[in-house]
């Protein structure tokens, strides 16, 4: 990290320059190394996600008693890019599906309340009360070959179904 030094008061006030002593000049910029503890902190915080770094956050307001919301927009600005490209949240695939039935005609119920019944694993009386009201999840947590192939059993029977 480089800081600029400036030498002169501004409004009548001189700048601290204990700290400044210290440090190696090259040209008109001071260079500021970081201690052993601080930059192996730094590189702990490279490797957080979004979610772990927005845990952390919420962790140090409550510890410190302090409001981290003024500060967020400096540190997103001087985040990298690199680093907040691989922060980006990583998007999970669906492994599970749902069988919704949209809507049963009114001359397909009987074929449709077969098909209903081998789905949902539910008896002949119970079939007619289960389909009352639509949409009406059918099977849930299905891979996607079998969600397909009941909608695929829906549709042949003249039902209107999706997979979700």
């Not at 299905?142 to 397909?148: F, I, P, T, V, W």
Request: aromatic share 4%; net charge positive; charged share 25%.
């Amino acid at each position: 990290m480089a800081l600029c030094m400036q030498t002169r008061s501004v409004a009548g006030v001189r700048p601290r320059t204990s700290a400044v002593r210290s440090a190696p000049f090259r040209g008109s910029r001071m260079v500021v190394r970081a201690s052993p503890a601080v930059s192996e902190i730094v590189d702990k915080l490279k490797t957080l996600t979004l979610l772990e770094a927005s845990e952390l956050v919420s962790e140090i307001e409550k510890t410190f008693g302090v409001d981290a919301s003024a500060a967020a927009p400096m540190a997103f600005a001087a985040m990298p890019a690199a680093g907040a490209a691989a922060a980006a949240p990583v998007v999970e695939e669906k492994t599970t599906f749902d069988v919704v039935l949209e809507d049963i005609p009114a001359d397909k119920k009987v074929g449709i309340y077969k098909v209903v019944r081998n789905i949902a694993n539910i008896a002949v009386n119970q079939v007619k009360e289960f389909t009352a009201t639509m949409p009406k999840v059918l099977k849930e947590g299905l891979s996607k070959e079998d969600a397909e192939a009941a909608k695929a059993q829906l549709v042949e029977a003249g039902a209107k179904a999706k997979v979700v």
